[in-house]
């Protein structure tokens, strides 16, 4: 069956602009993950989503940043006014539950590139 | 928070000889530890996991080892391949959250035919 989906795939933005990355998770997955890969790093934790509880947002670098999952499927992740520094590969994941034991599955990423 | 610091950075072998990863962890609360291979253009994909009550888990060419005393974990890969050329990461849940991970930044492993 279809991976977990994200798009665009790259983008490129200036300074100051918003930006909106899309992921589809597998269906059926009730759990959904935002990592950030910064060139050179490993994943930064971002935001967690788990069915209808409201969603661990502590990784989230700055008030710049936010995401929503409508009706417990896509998930969209916003940076407003982007920096520099929010140069990275975006990775979203999900998994069958949140928990011990479920594989989390990652997309191939948003390389988003802020000039 | 979690740190969770991995070595080495870059790991060159011969085909067919054995690879190591090493890692540590700071948070002693942390209980599970998955290791994830990514390639270029790809996402990182699952390879192997360890929970904090196993010393040590195999799968085929690859094992993992924990000593959670000592706050480390290792990945082993044997009789390793070319296609077995990746980056690698470690990662350590933070606290008891197996959905919350820290990173390690990665080994690049590089298996000469």
């Known amino acids: 069956g279809a991976g977990v989906s994200q798009s665009p795939s790259n983008k490129v933005t200036e300074k100051g602009k918003d930006v909106e990355l899309r992921c589809d998770p597998i269906?059926?997955?009730?759990?959904l993950y935002w990592y950030r890969q910064s060139l050179g790093q490993g994943l930064e934790f971002l935001i967690y989503?788990?069915?209808?509880?409201?969603?661990?947002k502590s990784g989230l670098p700055s008030d710049r940043f936010s995401a929503e999952r409508t009706g417990g499927s896509v998930s969209t992740l916003t940076i407003q006014r982007t920096q520099q520094e929010d140069s990275a590969v975006y990775l979203c994941?999900?998994?069958?539950?949140?928990?011990?034991?479920?594989?989390?599955?990652f997309g191939e990423g948003s390389w988003l590139t802020v000039v | 928070g979690e740190n969770v610091e991995q070595h080495p950075s870059t790991l060159s072998v011969q085909e067919g000889d054995s690879a190591v990863i090493k890692c540590t962890y700071s948070?002693?609360?942390?209980?599970?530890f998955p290791w994830y291979k990514q390639e270029l253009g790809k996402g990182p994909q699952l390879i192997i996991d360890?929970?904090?009550?196993?010393g040590e888990k195999k799968d085929q060419r690859i094992a993992v080892t924990l000593n959670k005393t000592a706050k480390h974990f290792s990945l082993h890969i044997t009789e390793t391949q070319p296609e077995d050329s990746a980056v690698y990461f470690c990662?350590?849940?933070?606290?008891?959250?197996?959905?919350?991970?820290?990173f390690g930044a990665g080994t690049t492993v590089t298996v000469r035919a």
């Open positions: 994941a999900s998994s069958l539950w949140g928990s011990s034991g479920n594989t989390i599955y």
């Open positions: 948070d002693s609360a942390s209980n599970y």
């Open positions: 990662a350590a849940s933070i606290g008891s959250n197996d959905y919350k991970l820290s």
């Open positions: 269906s059926g997955h009730t759990a």
């Open positions: 989503f788990q069915g209808n509880s409201a969603p661990d």
């Open positions: 360890i929970r904090s009550n196993v």
